[in-house]
């Protein structure tokens, strides 16, 4: 599947847009991934929700999105479009694998990524190479991030980010 820019940025909207219904009290970040086949047909979406039934235990937008296809056996070819970095260790209100190590064993050999994670008690910024390692694709699209971080994003997530993007661009 060809990526073009528009269309890219057009499934980080509407990952944005899934984030955007996780319910009160799920907790920050909230984030939205979607699953496209090799043709670039959306065939899963998902975001970060609690358990079924649960108010203890969470279910990443990742594994929501992938749980969620439809029209596939394999996902083998297939890319997941995620706001956030999937996460590489899960602790606390946690009973699954982590998200990468889920998209890596279900086939997925394309991840496009909205922001990335720095949180220290989820991913601390390793699953990009946690992915790549592992003959993933990591795409990161720089399109929306200031966007991602204002409004799905916790104020101290926030502060930093715009902090440290705003030495970058001031940096020669």
Not at 19 to 42: F, I, M, T
Not at 47 to 52: D, Q, V
Not at 64 to 84: D, E, G
Request: glycine share 8%; charged share 25%.
């Amino acid at each position: 599947m060809d990526l073009s820019e528009s269309q890219i940025r057009e499934w980080m909207e509407r990952c944005i847009t899934l984030a955007k219904k996780a319910e009160e009290g799920v907790g920050y970040p909230h984030v939205g991934a979607l699953v496209l086949d090799a043709s670039g047909r959306v065939i899963g979406e998902g975001y970060k929700t609690w358990l079924k039934d649960s108010d203890r235990y969470l279910v990443h937008a990742e594994r929501s999105a992938i749980i969620n296809v439809t029209s596939v056996t394999s996902l083998r070819k297939a890319t997941l479009v995620t706001t956030l970095e999937p996460c590489v260790s899960v602790r606390g209100h946690h009973v699954f694998m982590p998200c990468s190590q889920l998209i890596v064993e279900s086939g997925i050999s394309r991840v496009i990524i909205g922001i990335t994670d720095d949180s220290p008690s989820i991913t601390s910024g390793k699953g990009i190479g946690y992915l790549e390692r592992r003959k993933v694709e990591v795409i990161m699209y720089m399109g929306l991030e200031e966007r991602i971080a204002m409004e799905l994003m916790p104020r101290r997530y926030k502060d930093e980010y715009f902090q440290t993007s705003i030495r970058q661009k001031s940096e020669p």
